[in-house]
């Protein structure tokens, strides 16, 4: 099975840039374009927060038409910057986000890996939150298959990550959410975004990761006390999460553009290991 992650698309109304220079439209139909190009296509497509750049109703039903193309499910849940009622008018009939007006939690099963999709929004701020109501509810869900491989999708990190001015608004309650988790070995991965850069960290006896955003990335200043957020326009990207039952899930970091290659390796003749290549043809 192969899981892939997009993050931090910040989807604005037609013709508009983020932060007056960056087409986060464009870059994203550029990432689902190589995902559709790509050799193995995913299996499915999870969305981990920030789908859109103000929430609006109308970035919402562009977000819409820019996934259109893709051949495989896509599951999305908000950020900080998204709106649940906006979000829920556009993909509620996709019917796998609630519509009762509470959190966008949900499961998704049916495949080799359980997903479980969490909403952390604090409607109104830039952190998120696991509260004691949402870890409730993912308490309840994973005992519900305790040995089914899980991975766990949101928009904020619940752990630290070094880059200051971005740790201040993420995920609180994150050792409560970690005294949850830690308690399930079946948990493969704690899939986030918000942060913009490719990160992975050791946590609550399983592995947290961020992804890159498929639009700019958060500047890497890793000073302590930090300097206030800023963005560069380093390559885009995305993850896939490679599962197999005898590794688990590996995970890799695609740059989204146009390179070179692919190319053959074409070794000099006195690579040390041409003699060991030879034997072994």
């Known amino acids: 099975m192969m899981i892939a992650q997009v993050t931090d698309m910040h989807i604005r109304p037609r013709g508009r840039v983020a932060y007056g220079r960056v087409d986060t439209n464009a870059m994203l139909a550029a990432a689902v374009a190589a995902l559709e190009a790509l050799p193995r296509k995913p299996d499915l497509v999870i969305a981990t927060g920030d789908l859109t750049d103000c929430g609006l109703a109308e970035e919402y ?74 870890l409730s ?71 947290g990761s961020v992804a890159p955003s498929t639009a700019h990335q958060v500047t890497l200043d890793l000073i302590p006390d930090g300097s206030p957020a800023s963005f560069m326009m380093e390559p885009p990207g995305l993850q896939l999460h490679l599962w197999s039952p005898a590794v688990g899930l590996a995970s890799h970091t695609l740059p989204i553009g146009k390179y070179e290659g692919p190319f053959p390796f074409v070794l000099d003749a006195d690579y040390p290991g041409q003699a060991e290549k030879a034997k072994a043809a």
């Open 61 to 134: 039903e562009v977000l819409r038409d820019i996934l259109e193309p893709l051949s495989m499910p896509v599951y999305l849940v908000p950020g900080n910057h998204d709106r649940r009622a906006e979000l829920v008018g556009e993909f509620g009939p996709d019917g796998y986000l609630p519509t009762n007006g509470g959190f966008l939690h949900y499961v998704i099963d049916g495949h080799p890996v359980r997903l479980i999709g969490l909403d952390t929004v604090v409607p109104g701020h830039g952190h998120g939150e696991m509260c004691a109501a949402r």
């Open 137 to 207: 509810w993912l308490e309840a869900r994973l005992g519900e298959a305790p040995g089914r491989p899980t991975v766990i999708f949101m928009h904020h990190p619940p752990f630290a990550t070094g880059l200051a001015d971005m740790d201040r608004i993420n995920c609180r309650n994150g050792a409560a959410m970690a005294a949850v988790v830690s308690r399930f070995a079946n948990v493969e991965r704690v899939l986030c975004g918000h942060h913009h850069r490719p990160i992975t960290v050791r946590w609550a006896g399983s592995i």
